[in-house]
């Protein structure tokens, strides 16, 4: 079995960047809640180190959010409606009840460093 090189490894996570397309924010049953495109002024995507890091901040005046509602998960897709979630995260949930609230969700996918 033959192993890729380093290069390889960050040429995977500059294409998961450049190349995945919606996040979904779920609650803790796995029920949608919004499911944001990557052009989405409220997404934004960064390499730091071995992980991809997708960031959300959501508020409870967007208008796609109709508070109150518990925010547990984020999942990828490659599909604006239904299809299966490439990744799935899970954090602390957090229930957002009114128009002030905000909401940051980081998603974080790693590929990691060839060890040598």
Same mark, same amino acid.
């Given at each position: &079995? %033959?192993?890729?090189?380093?290069?390889? $490894?960050?040429?995977?996570?500059? $294409? !998961?960047? +450049?190349?995945? #397309? $919606?996040?979904?924010?779920?609650?803790? #049953? +796995?029920?949608? !809640?919004?499911?944001?495109?990557?052009?989405?002024?409220?997404? =934004? +995507? =960064?390499?730091?180190?071995?992980?991809?890091?997708?960031?959300?901040?959501?508020?409870? +005046?967007?208008?796609?959010? =109709? %508070?109150?509602?518990?925010?547990?998960?984020? %999942?990828? $897709?490659?599909? %604006?409606?239904?299809?299966?979630?490439?990744?799935?995260?899970?954090?602390?949930?957090?229930? &957002?009840?009114?128009?002030?609230?905000?909401?940051?969700?980081?998603?974080?996918?790693? !590929?990691?460093?060839?060890?040598?």
């Amino acid at each position: &079995m %033959a192993e890729i090189t380093a290069e390889a $490894y960050a040429d995977l996570r500059n $294409y !998961i960047k +450049s190349n995945w #397309q $919606y996040i979904e924010l779920q609650d803790d #049953q +796995s029920n949608k !809640i919004v499911r944001l495109s990557n052009s989405d002024s409220r997404v =934004t +995507s =960064t390499i730091e180190g071995d992980n991809v890091k997708i960031t959300v901040v959501v508020k409870g +005046s967007d208008s796609d959010i =109709t %508070a109150p509602v518990n925010f547990a998960k984020s %999942a990828i $897709y490659n599909v %604006a409606t239904d299809g299966s979630p490439f990744s799935v995260e899970s954090f602390t949930p957090f229930t &957002m009840q009114s128009e002030s609230d905000e909401l940051t969700v980081v998603h974080t996918i790693q !590929i990691p460093k060839k060890v040598v």
